[in-house]
């Protein structure tokens, strides 16, 4: 377990090494032509680069489990924080959307912490009602129904790629605890009329549809940013054009140190860099993975599966994005993309899957020391019930 925990904590600081090296090359011009300072967004991520390293160390050491009685409180609070910016004391609005929460000199986004609430919530529930998960309206309707509210928040703001990326992850996390897969596909139904709906209702999102069925139609419009991103990665070629090189962050490709800095890593590092960045993450993912199977405790394990599923989806969804395989959506690269609360968010996700991989079996540990006590004894204690735990 320590070298899968080596091997996840060494990826980590990989990406945020390539991070800062990339979003200074992505933003140093836009930095110095809106700000005057060609360090501004740099510094910005170097800030919430300290505070997420202090708020991994936070949550690597503390016990995971006592998440597990604060479930229903976190998500409650998220469910708080996605209300206010609606209020219009507390929102700030950006490109449409009013995503922001600001308090005082802080400004975040509750939908990347809100992404963790319902990761350990649906954890929690699942792990608890393991015995009646079949029964799905006697076991997880409620709680389901409290999810879905979450996320019809999340896609008021708007902010429908979120939406979608937690509803994959939470019906995949009812799939691997054990739900029927009747009622599966009765979510990937029930999702579909609603992405359908929620897409013909507002014009932008049929334009991005549009745009990524045809981006050519529209070159200086819907299309014109995918469109810039192909280029970027077409001109890459196989090794790049060389590290702060790039033409395509030069105002011509939006948000390059963002949503898609994964388009000028193509430019800037070609083919190589873009398939290295790739192997990463199927590492990350992989070792995420392996932490989960390893885990004996219910709770950690679902909480472990979670995490990495927001990882590797977040990733292959932004990747897809920026290859123009998705429609265009607003969904980071995590630890990659210049933003501090879904660099914070994935920080703490992180921690918390370190915890899980050196704590997931002290249950296990403590309940062998006492079969070896009892039999030392005098007492005979049945294997069989350590083969349960």
């Known amino acids: 377990m320590k070298t899968i925990l080596g091997i996840i904590l060494s990826a980590v600081l990989c990406f945020v090494a390539l991070s800062l090296v990339m979003v200074y090359s992505t933003s140093a011009i836009v930095a110095q032509d ?16 300290g505070m997420g390293f202090l708020s991994f160390l936070l949550f690597s050491y503390c016990p995971y489990r006592i998440l597990k009685p604060l479930a229903k409180v976190l998500l409650c609070i998220s469910g708080v924080l ?20 600001v308090m005082g000199p802080v400004r975040f986004q509750p939908s990347e912490f809100a992404k963790l609430a319902i990761i350990i919530y649906a954890a929690d529930v699942l792990s ?8 799905f309206f006697k076991s997880l309707l409620f709680p389901s129904l409290l999810i879905g509210c979450m996320l019809l928040l999340i896609l008021e703001q708007p902010d429908f790629g979120t939406t979608v990326l937690m509803g994959i992850i939470v019906m995949l996390l009812y799939f691997i605890a054990g739900i029927k897969v009747s009622y599966c596909l009765l979510f990937i139904f029930n999702g579909l009329v609603a992405g359908i709906v929620a897409i013909k209702m507002f014009p932008y999102r049929m334009k991005r549809i549009a745009a990524f069925l045809d981006p050519f139609a529209d070159p200086k419009g819907s299309g014109f940013q995918i469109i810039q991103s192909f280029i970027a990665l077409g001109s890459g070629g196989l090794f790049g054009v060389g590290l702060g090189q790039g033409k ?9 140190h963002t949503d898609f ?3 000028i890593i193509g430019e800037e590092l070609g083919f190589v ?20 199977i390893k885990c004996r405790d219910p709770f950690g394990k679902l909480l472990a599966t979670g995490i990495t599923l927001m990882l590797g989806v977040q990733s292959v969804i932004n990747m897809c994005v920026v290859t123009g395989l998705l429609p265009t959506k607003g969904i980071a690269l995590p630890f990659l993309s210049f933003g501090g609360s879904n660099l914070m968010t994935n920080f703490i996700a992180i921690g918390i899957l370190m915890n899980i991989g050196m704590r997931g079996n002290e249950k296990v540990v403590s ?23």
């Open 34 to 49: 809106r700000f005057g300072c060609e360090n501004f967004f740099l510094k910005k991520q170097l800030t919430w680069l």
């Open 128 to 135: 608890r009602k393991q015995d009646e998960i079949k029964d």
């Open 261 to 263: 800095i994964f388009a």
């Open 367 to 389: 309940n062998i020391i006492k079969h070896r006590d009892a039999n030392q004894s005098g007492r005979n204690t049945p294997v069989r019930s350590l083969a349960r735990v």
């Open 273 to 292: 860099g873009t398939s290295v960045v790739c192997s990463m993450f199927l590492v990350l993912f992989l070792c995420g993975m392996l932490v989960a």
């Open 248 to 256: 395509q962050k030069l105002f011509y490709l939006p948000e390059a």
């Open 82 to 101: 996605l209300v206010l910016p609606m209020t219009g004391y507390f929102g700030h609005t950006a490109g449409g959307a009013t995503r922001w929460l």
